[in-house]
């Protein structure tokens, strides 16, 4: 069944045509994830299906009686209702007809002996009780507290005023009033924003699940990735649907635009053929000759001509160290931090070696941008040390653009830190970062999230250093731009230690993810979907499935699936990282030996079988990173 359908819907501001022909039509159960650059109007067009905003023409169909629920990205909730009231009042209708359930009991209890009256009562009561059960009346309590912990409400904050809450909580109270709701048609606009990976892993598991009809606006690809099964592109105003995910997406748009350029190079070639043929029949003057080359042109007046394929400006650029470093490049030991008497962490310890791409994850306020800070220099540790390689050279990518100046334009900005360019050069840099023309003169304060973030990573991208240090490098960069980044990432010689929610990029660029919370630090190797495998095997219990494997088999099936999509560059990555992780076990096997082989190793039994144990795990461990490097360097080898 069509819940909601688009034919030729228009919208322009001024002369500015954002939306030319959007047609569209959407089945129940269908999830679509809408994507397009920014400002090429994905939340007018959903502004304009929700009533908000009126169209310059088309038709919009909704099926009768479907209800739209819309998700923006700024929520604003006032009033003295709590959380819980907020989210208690989408089932008013179910609380009254509990309270008129209640009532009916008592007045069944008092007409007991009138068996006319008893009768119509029990009736009513019956009727009402199959529409309260056939509604949920039973279990939307439960509902309730569970939106509630999936996004991340406290138990102790859920009585406050809404109206207290920040403007990201706000919003999140809002997505979970819709989710309750549960119209026909969910509308979601950037609906990732303001949660963590925990909240937005559990809504991915919740519109997985959907009953009704999803369109979802998102920058975070992991999560289209997740939950769409369509795709549809706003581009120079139109509207282009692909089935799949967002991976297939990128694909299917490419292959497309290949053979939308194939099909116009074979029409231009087609034209220019035509009228050299009419031009030499005209130079032939003849009465004849000039009848076929105006029958000639009379066809081609009638050829549907093809525009041209045009893709969205990209961001180009790469990232290249000026010298290397030595194979250590920075040993950082059991560093502390505290504010105003709270510890942020403790302990934390990590040893970057020449290569390594380290993703560091965790939860708001642990400290993973403290601790940037720490290494750039910009704050002091309370405890611990740290220390640098031979050669290293830092670089930083503050994502609140900090380093970057107001007041300058964005010319000067680039050329102050580098003023041994010359003006061509730095008109070439700019460029690169789509500052073109007038753009180079606009004053830093004027600049959006996603310009500032360019042209800091056109400052980075000059220096020219062998250790960055990232913070949410991909915060405000559309997605195209996202996927330049993570190529030049791929493509950098020196070493990376980023931090990011954005797990699509972690899948990327990632050889090693740390997870700071706060219970502590945890290591993994790997990128964020061999993070979540390992995770998920400490809380499984291993167990035969339907198809005669165990999970541990079927995790090992699904991670070979992934490394065989990876690029060359990727999985030479992990296999250096296997190799530097098997030196250090066999370093470590070949010390529990020499200890155990040590005259009065056995003197105390407790420590000889401790010893023996750790031999044994070692060991286990050495045996895994060898299955672990052999798998690499297989599928390396397959794309030899």
């Known amino acids: 069944m069509v819940l909601l359908s688009l034919s030729a819907v228009r919208k322009a501001f001024g002369t500015n045509e954002v939306i030319r022909d959007a047609t569209l039509a959407l089945q129940e159960g269908e999830r679509l994830g809408l994507v397009g650059v920014n400002g090429s109007g994905k939340t007018t067009l959903l502004k304009i299906i929700n009533g908000d905003m009126p169209s310059d023409g088309g038709e919009i169909s909704i099926a009768k009686d479907a209800r739209i629920g819309f998700l923006t990205q700024h929520a604003d909730i006032d009033g003295e209702l709590s959380i819980m009231e907020e989210l208690t009042r989408v089932f008013d209708p179910l609380i009254a007809m509990e309270k008129r359930l209640r009532a009916l009991e008592a007045e069944m209890a008092e007409a007991h002996e009138d068996a006319e009256a008893f009768a119509r009562l029990s009736n009513e009561y019956d009727k009402l009780t199959r529409r309260f059960e056939d509604a949920g009346g039973y279990e939307w309590p439960s509902r309730v507290q569970g939106v509630l912990a999936g996004l991340g409400f406290a138990k102790d904050r859920r009585d406050m005023p809404a109206r207290l809450l920040s403007g990201g909580e706000k919003t999140r109270l809002c997505l979970a009033r819709i989710l309750l709701m549960q119209p026909e048609i969910l509308m979601l606009d950037e609906p990732t924003n303001h949660l963590?990976?925990?909240?937005?892993?559990?809504?991915?598991?919740?519109?997985?699940?959907?009953?009704?009809?999803?369109?979802?606006?998102?920058?975070?690809?992991?999560?289209?990735?997740?939950?769409?099964?369509?795709?549809?592109?706003?581009s120079m105003g139109r509207l282009t649907r692909y089935s799949g995910n967002y991976d297939a997406f990128v694909r299917k748009r490419q292959a497309n635009l290949e053979r939308q350029l194939k099909e116009y190079k074979l029409q231009q070639a087609e034209i220019a053929r035509q009228e050299a043929i009419i031009a030499r029949y005209r130079m032939f003057n003849r009465e004849k000759s000039i009848k076929a080359a105006e029958s000639r042109e009379k066809r081609l007046e009638k050829i549907v001509r093809l525009e041209k394929p045009v893709s969205e400006d990209k961001v180009r650029f790469s990232f290249e160290a000026r010298r290397r470093t030595g194979e250590d490049v920075l040993i950082a030991?059991?560093?502390?931090?505290?504010?105003?008497?709270r510890k942020l962490f403790e302990h934390f310890s990590l040893h970057l070696r020449a290569g390594d791409r380290v993703a560091l994850i965790g939860p708001n306020g642990v400290g993973k941008t403290t601790l940037l800070r720490i290494f750039v220099g910009e704050e002091t540790a309370d405890g611990g040390t740290m220390k640098f390689g031979a050669n290293v050279d830092i670089g930083y990518y503050d994502q609140h653009q900090a380093g970057l100046h107001p007041d300058k334009d964005v010319l000067n900005e680039l050329w102050d830190d580098f003023p041994r360019l010359d003006a061509d050069r730095v008109r070439g840099v700019l460029a690169l970062f789509l500052f073109t023309g007038d753009d180079v003169f606009q004053k830093i304060h004027t600049l959006s999230g996603g310009e500032r973030g360019r042209l800091a990573l056109a400052k980075?991208?000059?220096?020219?250093?062998?250790?960055?240090?990232?913070?949410?490098?991909?915060?405000?960069?559309?997605?195209?731009?996202?996927?330049?980044?993570?190529?030049?990432?791929?493509?950098?010689?020196?070493?990376?230690?980023?931090?990011?929610?954005?797990?699509?990029?972690?899948?990327?660029?990632?050889?090693?993810?740390?997870?700071?919370?706060?219970?502590?630090?945890?290591?993994?190797?790997?990128?964020?979907?061999?993070?979540?495998?390992?995770?998920?095997?400490?809380?499984?219990?291993?167990?035969?499935?339907?198809?005669?494997?165990?999970q541990t088999q079927r995790d090992k099936l699904k991670r070979k699936e992934r490394l065989a999509r990876e690029s060359r560059r990727q999985l030479e990555d992990r296999v250096r990282a296997a190799e530097a992780e098997i030196a250090r076990t066999e370093a470590e096997v070949a010390r529990l030996e020499a200890e155990m082989a040590a005259p009065g190793a056995w003197q105390d039994p407790e420590a000889g079988r401790a010893l023996t144990e750790s031999h044994a795990r070692a060991k286990e461990t050495l045996d895994a990173l060898y299955d672990e490097w052999a798998e690499l360097a297989e599928l390396l080898e397959e794309k030899a």
């Open 196 to 234: 963590d990976l925990a909240a937005v892993g559990w809504l991915e598991d919740t519109l997985k699940k959907y009953p009704g009809t999803v369109i979802v606006i998102s920058h975070d690809r992991y999560f289209l990735n997740a939950v769409c099964d369509c795709m549809a592109e706003l």
């Open 333 to 341: 030991k059991d560093l502390s931090k505290s504010y105003d008497g």
């Open 460 to 550: 980075l991208m000059l220096r020219k250093d062998n250790l960055l240090f990232m913070d949410e490098p991909t915060n405000h960069l559309d997605m195209d731009s996202r996927e330049v980044l993570e190529h030049a990432l791929d493509d950098f010689d020196g070493t990376l230690l980023a931090v990011s929610h954005d797990r699509y990029f972690i899948n990327r660029v990632a050889n090693r993810v740390i997870e700071m919370s706060a219970e502590g630090v945890s290591e993994y190797l790997g990128n964020y979907d061999d993070y979540l495998e390992k995770k998920r095997a400490a809380l499984l219990p291993e167990e035969a499935a339907s198809d005669g494997l165990t």
